[in-house]
């Protein structure tokens, strides 16, 4: 049973042609027509409906087709907190605010005090205002919320004077972020560039001085410079990489890639590394074309590349890495795959979420599972893993080729593709890291 | 037309409503003190801190109010069955939330303290994680709560631990950090405090969701929460706060 139920359905389907509110919703129709700059054909393109339709069913169309969340809010009194209900939301204000299809009391949807003030101001200072509103949902997002007293008072059901406003939002996360991603920059920049920038002036003084003279020393010396600067343009490359991702953390990626064949090309560019290292992969892949994901290609190679890389990298010579894929998940499913929890938590490790996605519609997820038989890590070190430049004290991870940025940003692509993260080690046991994608809307 | 007792149904239906939709705003009162508060700390905001501070009281006199209008509706009422405990629950629930709202008024005097002091830049940062991770329950369970989303409690029960790790990882972090510099000591006091007050947030958000369990079947959430108790923190833990 919904918890607030609304007296009226809510949300006019389109083939409705009882709404009372059809000559505001006329002007509003108007005045947004008007300042989007679309005419109706093209409205009617978006969402096809039968030519005969009459004017109202073509506006709440045309309201239900924008691409801004918006609503329109409808009150009694101003202490009577059930009195202010949903009247409409269109498509993009019911997917934002997750409002029950039924209907609802605004404050179901919207719990966030400084939303709500300025709704109240419209309803009953008749005063239009603003107010920047930051859902906490996993992909953090920032709408500018406007709300506009509507003209015109009518009366519920139950006769009181009803008075109405207009909510719209829009969307500002993009300003927001590149803001911050040039100040995370700056930040973590001087802060890790500063340590190979010190030993490579450190080393350009000794040749300056007492080793001038000195053939063999200066070599060595200038061998250590190259892998100091090579670390530097590592760590500068990856830090834009992350900040472009970040950046486009809240646009879900279009596409699809296929996670068998990824793994395959990854796996074979590392080829050289694991042979060097006598290191063989234990690959259990479904048929082409069977794990399927909604994912931009490149990004999804670089999650797989990561991972199996990082594999490699911590796994001691005469072991195997093995890559598993397993499709049809659920997200519970997802979690729970092939856990080895307690095994672990016996041994001083653990098994964590490291990401879990916001639920979904279509609840079913495609895993990736790399593990290897490495030194493992404690359980405290676990939550940290994907944070940027977090390092685990006393592990050897060749000669420190890493820059720290490998799994954040393999979280952030995770997080952009709405998928998952798990992550199971113990010390003795090795680690195993996880991901999934949902898989792609079926079309057809 | 109706009989009495039925407008005393429609009535007390209506009633319950209200109450339910006061517990809704004042949770949103509750998210935004301790989304602030968590800002101050990052930032070194004074006058943010100083805001939440002030706006306390106002969540002090929604819980009263709530409190109020729940005994006068079991009172006068007298509802039995889930009506009860969707009265009972609404009750509990303010006064989570008004402990969840002194909880923030805290973390943001410690970010007055704070402020004062050194920027502590990375370990702030991971307060800020843990403070959104704490938030991603809290209203995770009010979700919950207003569309009766008992999977979604049920979520935030299970999911309970990764707060107290969290809590735990960051425990250490600053103790390592108070023994490599002794000067970063009392800044790095306040943090724990504030990591500390997180932590009694997350639990909040797991009692919000027991309640909400509790009201819908009438049953405890069955099996002991899911806890882990390995950490240094942990040993220490109900000493703080």
Same mark, same amino acid.
């Given at each position: ?23 505001? #919703? ?70 934002? #605010? ?51 007293? #509507? ?226 890590? #404690? ?66 | ?241």
């Amino acid at each position: 049973m919904p918890l607030f139920q609304s007296p009226s359905p809510v949300f006019p389907a389109p083939s409705s042609a009882r709404s009372p509110a059809r000559g505001w #919703l006329q002007r509003l129709y108007d005045d947004l027509t008007g300042v989007l700059g679309r005419s109706p054909e093209r409205v009617v393109d978006a969402a096809p409906i039968a030519p005969a339709v009459e004017a109202a069913t073509l506006q709440e169309a045309a309201l239900e087709a924008l691409p801004d969340p918006l609503l329109l809010v409808e009150a009694t009194e101003p202490n009577d907190l059930t009195g202010r209900r949903i009247t409409f939301a269109n498509a993009a204000a019911r997917e934002l #605010l997750r409002i029950p299809a039924s209907g609802a009391l605004l404050v179901s949807a919207i719990r966030h005090p400084e939303v709500l003030e300025v709704i109240d101001e419209s309803l009953f200072g008749a005063i239009a205002s603003e107010t920047p509103y930051e859902p906490r949902s996993a992909q953090e997002r920032v709408w500018r919320v406007r709300a506009a007293p #509507l003209p015109g008072q009518g009366r519920s059901a139950d006769g009181e004077v009803t008075r109405r406003a207009l909510v719209h939002f829009s969307d500002e996360t993009d300003a927001r972020r590149a803001e911050r991603m040039r100040v995370d920059f700056l930040a973590n920049a001087s802060h890790e560039l500063r340590t190979p920038l010190a030993s490579l002036s450190g080393f350009i003084e000794t040749l300056r001085g007492h080793a001038k003279d000195d053939p063999q020393a200066r070599d060595q010396f200038l061998r250590i410079m190259t892998t100091q600067a090579e670390r530097m343009s590592r760590l500068i490359d990856d830090l834009m990489s992350l900040s472009r991702i970040e950046l486009n953390e809240h646009i879900p990626p279009s596409g699809a890639c296929d996670l068998t064949l990824t793994v395959l090309d990854v796996a074979d560019t590392l080829r050289p590394m694991t042979a060097e290292k006598g290191v063989k992969f234990d690959l259990k892949l479904p048929k082409r074309g069977e794990a399927l994901i909604a994912g931009d290609r490149d990004q999804i190679t670089q999650v797989v590349q990561n991972l199996i890389d990082n594999a490699v990298k911590y796994s001691p010579s005469g072991t195997t890495v093995a890559v598993e894929i397993v499709t049809g998940l659920t997200s519970e499913g997802a979690t729970a795959y092939a856990s080895n929890a307690q095994a672990m938590a016996a041994a001083g490790g653990g098994r964590l979420s490291l990401l879990t996605p916001d639920r979904a519609a279509p609840d079913a997820y495609v895993l990736v599972r790399v593990a290897d038989q490495g030194a493992g890590m #404690l359980r405290e070190h676990l939550p940290r893993l994907s944070e940027r430049f977090y390092r685990v004290e006393g592990q050897k991870s060749g000669a420190s080729t890493g820059t720290g940025l490998g799994l954040a940003i393999v979280k952030h692509i995770v997080n952009r593709h709405r998928g998952g993260m798990l992550v199971e080690s113990a010390p003795g046991l090795g680690s195993t890291f996880a991901v999934y994608f949902p898989t792609p809307a079926r079309s057809g | 037309m109706m009989t009495a007792n039925e407008h005393t149904l429609k009535f007390f239906g209506e009633e319950l409503q209200q109450l339910k939709a006061e517990v809704a705003r004042m949770g949103g009162l509750v998210e935004a003190q301790v989304a602030d508060s968590i800002r101050a700390v990052a930032m070194r905001d004074v006058g943010l801190a100083q805001l939440v501070v002030g706006r306390d009281q106002k969540l002090d006199q929604l819980q009263i109010d709530i409190e109020k209008k729940a005994i006068r509706m079991i009172a006068l009422r007298q509802p039995v069955a889930q009506d009860l405990r969707r009265t009972v629950a609404a009750m509990k629930l303010s006064w989570n939330l008004e402990r969840t709202g002194d909880q923030a008024k805290n973390i943001a005097k410690r970010a007055l303290v704070i402020a004062d002091a050194e920027p502590l830049t990375p370990l702030t940062r991971s307060v800020e994680r843990m403070g959104k991770l704490v938030l991603a329950r809290l209203k995770d369970a009010l979700d919950a709560y207003t569309n009766l989303d008992l999977d979604q409690a049920m979520g935030v029960w299970q999911k309970d631990q990764e707060v107290d790790e969290h809590y735990n990882s960051l425990f250490r972090e600053l103790l390592t950090y108070m023994m490599s510099d002794p000067r970063t000591i009392s800044a790095c006091a306040q943090l724990l405090f504030v990591a500390k007050n997180l932590e009694r947030i997350g639990d909040h958000a797991t009692n919000v969701a027991e309640m909400l369990y509790y009201e819908v079947t009438g049953e405890e959430i069955v099996g002991d929460r899911p806890r882990w108790n390995g950490g240094e923190g942990a040993d220490v833990d109900r000493g703080f706060a």
